[in-house]
């Protein structure tokens, strides 16, 4: 099993950038279809983007980020890294790192509802204002 602890979050201005990470413990996040989730007060979860790390680092985006998010690992800390730009108030959400073993990878993130995978973090506050 992989442990996943989300980190980065904060209260950013329209038009500024954060990065998110997620750092993974208990196995190597190369194994893993992984994705950045996001989520409101009353709504569903959503897929922001996703990348297949077990198979060719194939990268998928919602149609709302795409251009602005940037979705890559580092192997060597073992930590999948989300970089948000040009960043709007209705990025503002609880943003969640996810895994799985396996996936397919355009439905982790245009599923409804939300792409079953394995494993979950805790999530981060992102605030744009």
């Known amino acids: 099993d992989v442990q996943l602890v989300e980190s980065g979050g904060g209260s950013v201005q329209v038009g500024g950038s954060l990065r998110l990470s997620c750092v993974a413990s208990g196995d190597t996040i190369g194994r893993y279809c992984m994705g950045w989730f996001r989520q409101i007060p009353g709504k569903e979860r959503e897929g922001v983007a996703a990348?297949?790390?077990?198979?060719?680092?194939?990268?998928h985006y919602a149609d709302s980020v795409k251009g602005r998010f940037t979705i890559f690992q580092d192997t060597a800390d073992n930590t999948l890294n989300l970089t948000m730009n040009s960043l709007k108030p209705e990025d503002t959400a609880v943003y969640y790192c996810?895994?799985?073993?396996?996936?397919?990878?355009?439905?982790?993130?245009?599923?409804?509802?939300?792409?079953?995978?394995?494993?979950w973090g805790k999530g981060t506050q992102v605030t744009v204002s």
């Open positions: 996810a895994a799985a073993s396996g996936c397919v990878l355009d439905l982790v993130v245009t599923a409804k509802p939300t792409y079953p995978l394995d494993y």
């Open positions: 990348v297949d790390n077990a198979s060719d680092g194939t990268t």
